[in-house]
């Protein structure tokens, strides 16, 4: 087992063609608040995993959970992570696989380039941790929120186009329902403290 | 070269003096309210009543006199429009009298470049965290970013108004902290990340809740174990994301030894520094005001007016 990425909230392994996400022990946190934290984090992603995964949306296979129930074993998935190899044109597909993932009631929770692999052409959403089940539309629009302000910090250069490309096929993936996100998204935006235009 | 700098969007009033860069004076005075939380017209009179005064005691210590300052400095935003006012009068009449040019520094950046004087640290993540503002800010291709912040109300004022339900007068983070070292037991609260940005307000509602049914050290504990550790997570994510290996606390709420501690534990577990920002520094002051105009000296502005909203990623970096 090799170590692959130490992320903020797990440590990444890599096991021939598996890979496995221990949340480690977060030794600031008090432990009444860390041990249910990790092992709930780890069962919501499994959860949210096999559903998208049943549905055949392009995410990890999960396989299992530890005993422990801090480690969950998933399939790997040999791809680029989407932040260093960005590009563009990807931004469409990105929008019809969250389009797909919210129409399951699924919010990603963490939607950032990081978390986004590219493999053979195709995008793949990764790191499920956040994520919970929703089909408000409110939590669906912290999605469009988060990515938002992720494509800003971290390609500000490209970061208007991609998301116009982005929301674009997102809208018309979620036709009718989109409205009604659209409506929560400007709330945000305008709730968010210090934007532009006061 | 002088600079003199005013610091005036919240709280306090203060006016730092530096010379070539190095902090001659740092004074100021902070406005309690009587009861209840800030009003900003009250805080305004106690910066318009107190800042001639302050001033004065700047350039006493610093040994300089008002003649011989080359450069006026102003917090222009962030911050409450009657308070930010003050600053900015007083600075005009200043730079107008004498003849010199005036800088408009954003208070979130003065912040971070304070810190990274006093620290040495060059490229840190910067939880900052006071009465209204809590952000984690992180270094991005030319400007400072917002990397993640609170959707709701700041951390500060999640603490003064949950002290004033306990009868804890303002500013009611230092009692909690000494209250919160008596708490024994965890009492689960609402634990809120929302991808990079935290909330404050659902947990105070739930803590408003619990008040007289809990221990009030039990809930103090509680409360600071839990908000300040969804502060170290949303700092940890972005110096993992934005592959930043050092960690600075400021704003008011840095005082708190036990958040200290957090930054320390979470920054030698991923191999990062953790530098201890002394209370002076730490807190809303004028020469983080005065050493930001001294960087910025070079800067053409033309809009001058203070900003209640000002960004920290409307300021161009031009000096890093």
């Keep these: 087992m090799k170590i692959i990425a130490r992320g903020a909230e797990a440590i990444i392994y890599e096991d021939d063609d598996e890979i496995i996400k221990y949340r480690e022990r977060k030794k600031y946190r008090l432990p009444e608040i860390d041990a249910p934290m990790r092992k709930s984090r780890t069962k919501r992603e499994f959860t949210a995993l096999s559903a998208c995964h049943r549905a055949g949306l392009n995410v990890p296979k999960p396989v299992k959970i530890s005993a422990e129930g801090d480690k969950l074993y998933m399939e790997k998935i040999e791809g680029e992570q989407f932040d260093s190899a960005f590009s563009v044109e990807k931004m469409s597909d990105v929008g019809v696989l969250l389009a797909a993932i919210s129409k399951l009631g699924i919010v990603h929770g963490d939607l950032t380039t990081a978390n986004i692999l590219v493999k053979r052409g195709q995008v793949y959403l990764i790191d499920f941790g956040l994520s919970y089940f929703s089909k408000k539309d409110e939590d669906r629009a912290t999605d469009l929120f988060l990515f938002k302000n992720a494509l800003k910090s971290r390609h500000p250069d490209d970061a208007k186009k991609a998301y116009k490309l982005f929301i674009e096929a997102y809208e018309a993936a979620m036709g009718k329902e989109f409205k009604g996100i659209e409506t929560h998204l400007k709330d945000i935006e305008r709730r968010g403290r210090y934007h532009e235009n006061g | ?91 005009k009449f200043l730079a107008d009298k ?32 006071s009465g209204g503002n809590t952000q984690v800010i992180t270094y991005e291709n030319g400007k400072y970013v917002v990397f993640g912040e609170t959707q709701d109300i700041g951390i500060g004022n999640l603490l003064d108004k949950t002290g004033r339900r306990l009868g804890i007068p303002f500013p009611a983070g230092p009692k909690i902290e000494e209250l ?141």
């Design chain 2, 1 to 91: 070269m002088y600079v003199l700098g005013i610091e005036s969007t919240a709280h306090t009033f203060g006016v730092g003096i530096i010379k070539d860069g190095e902090v001659l004076a740092n004074e100021r005075d902070v406005y309690k309210p009587k009861a209840g939380g800030i009003i900003p017209s009250e805080a305004a009179l106690h910066h318009y009543e107190l800042g001639p005064a302050i001033l004065k005691r700047a350039l006493d210590k610093a040994k300089v006199s008002l003649d011989q300052i080359d450069l006026f400095a102003f917090s222009q935003g962030p911050g409450l429009l009657p308070c930010l006012k003050v600053g900015y009068q007083m600075i």
């Design chain 2, 98 to 129: 004498y003849d010199k040019k005036i800088i408009g520094v954003n208070h979130c950046v003065a912040h971070i470049e304070i810190a990274r004087k006093v620290t040495g640290l060059n490229d840190p993540v910067m939880l900052y965290v």
């Design chain 2, 180 to 320: 919160a070292k008596l708490g024994k037991n965890y009492i689960k609260l609402p634990y809120v990340i929302k991808g990079m940005d935290v909330s404050f307000s659902g947990i105070e509602t739930f803590v408003s809740q619990m008040i007289e049914k809990h221990q009030v050290e039990d809930i103090c504990f509680s409360l600071q174990e839990t908000v300040f550790a969804m502060l170290m997570e949303a700092s940890e994510r972005a110096m993992a994301y934005c592959k930043k290996d050092s960690l600075i606390i400021a704003g008011g709420v840095a005082a708190n030894a036990r958040l200290n501690e957090m930054g320390k534990i979470m920054c030698d577990e991923r191999n990062a520094r953790f530098e201890f920002m002394k209370k002076e520094y730490a807190g809303d002051n004028g020469a983080m005001i005065a050493y930001t105009g001294y960087l910025m000296r070079d800067y053409a502005q033309d809009d001058l007016s203070p900003k209640p909203d000002f960004r920290t990623d409307a300021v161009e970096i031009k000096y890093r």
